[in-house]
């Protein structure tokens, strides 16, 4: 068994793990020596400000960005120092729903759904394929979309699209990137019921990344909260609604810092504009 | 203090050699990646439909105006030599000017200017609102190669097509010229093609449309790295597309240059067997 002695993860049987990741964009540390192992089948969801790096940690995880330090497990491989070819095989047990979609904006529906398909499987039978379409934007509540283009859909439909498009190759882990963001809440609540319909139905490991704690709260097995480029919280929903950490207790209950406060009541909004005159 | 200000030159100087050399590497691996991929592409059938459809945006719908761009360069030429040449009394020579100029020079020079602009602008916005929508991420996710889903279709679209655009721009270069010089004119229309024929020899065609190839690359390739690498927001995909077609039309020049001179070598070693050229 490979045991970190540090960070007690266990990179060899963990699905997904991550040790002593840092990443750094030129002077600006974005990720500061994060270690984490992901269970399989459970959902985890990522809390953190805006700017905290939530999506830059998700993105490693992938391999869409290599760390400055510190490296990537999956099944036990490392997988964040493989060339980009040998990453391509390991990318498609992953789904990736992207904050904004990022749908194909030249490809139909239909067509945003069976990309991942054609790109690596030899296609004989396209009735079949019409049928696995189907059951995918069924899943998702879209179904009779196929002809549509991604700019005829709104906010939310687009999303539900991204989600059937991330599930088509049935992927053993799906990584959600602000999912709700943007969302009225009702949609909110149908992504999060999609999310949790897929964990449970197809046994999916969900990796969740959002500041929307409404959203958190239901769908979460575990709750993780970056501070600072760092872990600062690590548990089940119940326990980080009791945690004492001040940061944490701001965060989950919208509150703003008495620091942040007193800047704003101290600021003369107008009068700066007036002295201009 | 001037210590610390010449430390702090010499520094940002260094800085900015060494982002130069970054951008270089950087340019140099995408096209090396590009040039390998698209040879692969090549022999690929399941790439062919992609190709097909790039060659129909780059290729086909540039006809008219390469067009309309080589028939007014025969035209001018014809308006602005008449003179000089009638004052000496060769204006049935005006054929030969016009149209060695037209086939080695200009036809291909501006048609491929012609096409950085259209084209290579076109291409630089496709790909840098991909990129900054997230959808190029989207393709790498999926476990698909961004290089070869959508950069080699598009140069291997623009090189194949560049040379026929350079015959549709040489051939109504020639139209045009011969329009304003006898018909408008008045030379012979005998002397005029005899004099062409006789000055005009295949290699001179050839060289033109051989140009084709290197333009067409360049063109695809400045571009595709220019939307690639753009950065975010409305700002960095106009800053992108005026680089791309800055930089393509730069490399144009280079590399016609270059070619220029190789290609005077080729034929001066050549010389014995010219007649069979």
Redesign the interface.
Known sequence: MQKDKDTNIDTSNSLLAIKGLSKSFGDNLVLDNISLAFEKGKTTVIIGQSGCGKTVLI?HL?G?LRPSDGSVYFKGERIDDLS??K??????N?G?L???G????SLSVYENII??IQ??HKIKNYEKLEEIVKTKLTMVGMDGYQGYNPAELSGGQKKRVALA?AIA?SPEIILYDEPTTGLDPIRSDVINELILKLQKTLNITSIVVTHDMKSAYKIADRIIMLHNGRVVVDGRPEEIKNHSYPVVQQFINGQISEKDLKTIQLSSIGEEVAKLQ | MSDNRKRSMLEQFGGSVITGINHCGEFSRFHANAIITSLQAFFIPKTYPLIWTQMLAIGVRSVPVVCITGCFVGMVLAVQAYDQLAGLGLEEHLGVLINISVVKELGPVLTAVMLAGRVGGALTAELGTMNVTEQISAVRSMGTDPIRYLVSPRILACLLLTPFLIIYADFMGIIGGYVISVLHFGINNKAYWDFSASGIEMWDISIGIIKGFFFGAAIAGVSCYKGFNCKEGAAGVGQACTEAFVGSFIFILVIDFALAVVFKGIYASLWPIRSLL
Do not use: N, S, V, Y
């Open positions: 993105k992938i869409l980009e070819h990453l391509q095989k390991i990318r498609t992953f990736f992207f904050q904004g990022a749908l194909f904006d990309f991942p790109q690596h498009r190759l």
